[in-house]
């Protein structure tokens, strides 16, 4: 009789321990799940603004070329490029230099301060930028904590049977003081 009272005693706290083993691998899944989650909508978000800081700087152009009889290299770079992954954040720093030569243009151009739709395009350029910034900030920060998690136990376990790599980070220039935009930072 004593024996069976170990051997159920020994199993009831097998029990509790798989258990709980099972609910803490379900915890660690799910937070795991949560950030990758949230890394691959802020990718897909940060994506589409590039995109969009892409379509304003080719209405630019259009406007700047067409006004202005303005040609250059980097417009010709910028109507080239392909956005559809996060590498294209590589391609960022030719979108910047297009824009920074548009605002060369129309301050050598005394007319252009005349015209509503560029200043409407570098308003919403401005808006955009801030937005990536933002984003690119957000999606760093929580790369960040997704990478040491998964160097982590148990969470590497988990990684490497889900098959979930380490991310990169984000590069680009981040928000300085003297940003040309009416919110305050």
Do not use: W
């Amino acid at each position: 009789m004593k024996t069976l009272n170990i051997i159920a005693l020994i199993l009831v706290v097998l029990i509790v321990l798989v258990t709980l083993m099972i609910i803490l691998f379900k915890y660690f899944i799910e937070k795991l799940n949560n950030i990758n989650n949230l890394l691959v909508d802020t990718e897909k978000e940060c994506i589409d603004e590039l995109k969009r800081k892409n379509e304003i700087i080719e209405k630019m152009i259009k406007v700047a070329s067409s006004k202005f009889k303005c040609e250059s290299i980097a417009f010709d770079e910028v109507k080239d490029l392909e956005i559809d992954s996060l590498d294209s954040f590589k391609e960022e720093k030719k979108l910047n230099k297009c824009y920074e030569e548009i605002l060369h243009v129309v301050e050598d151009n005394p007319k252009s301060k005349d015209i509503k739709t560029l200043k409407d395009y570098i308003k919403k350029y401005d808006n955009n930028e801030l937005k990536i910034i933002s984003l690119r900030t957000f999606y760093n920060k929580y790369t960040l904590q997704y990478n040491n998690l998964i160097k982590k136990f148990p969470y590497n376990i988990i990684s490497k049977f889900k098959k979930l790599k380490i991310k990169n980070i984000i590069e680009g220039k981040e928000l300085d003081i003297n940003f040309n935009n009416d919110l305050e930072v």
